[in-house]
């Protein structure tokens, strides 16, 4: 979501502080529903002993890092979400 308003949205110049906040609130809220998430199945993970999903948790992790790093690299934030996007 974050991604479209960033992109759609830029372009017209009456929206151009407001683009980017609704861009950053976007963002935060996804990561903080993708923590959450990622915990629940880690706990879940955890809680099935004897039965694992090993690809669906690699894909996971690899998203929740890949996720990360955009949050916290802005240099990295036009390649991560371009492998992020399409696994998620």
């Keep these: ?3 479209i308003v960033a992109r ?3 372009t017209f110049k009456s929206a151009d502080p407001a683009w980017f906040y609704l861009h950053v609130a976007c963002q ?5 529903v993708g ?3 990622w915990a629940t199945g880690i706990h879940l993970g955890n ?3 004897g039965i694992t999903y ?7 992790i690899a998203v929740f890092a ?10 990295k934030h036009f ?9 998620a």
Excluded: E
Aim: aromatic letters at 10%.
């Design 8 to 10: 759609y949205l830029k």
């Design 66 to 75: 890949l996720g990360t790093v955009q949050v916290y690299k802005n240099s």
């Design 1 to 3: 979501m974050g991604a």
């Design 28 to 32: 935060l809220i996804g990561y903080a």
């Design 79 to 87: 390649c991560a979400p371009q492998f992020t996007m399409p696994v």
């Design 35 to 37: 923590v959450s998430g």
């Design 47 to 49: 809680l099935s002993k």
């Design 54 to 60: 090993s690809l669906h948790r690699n894909i996971g």
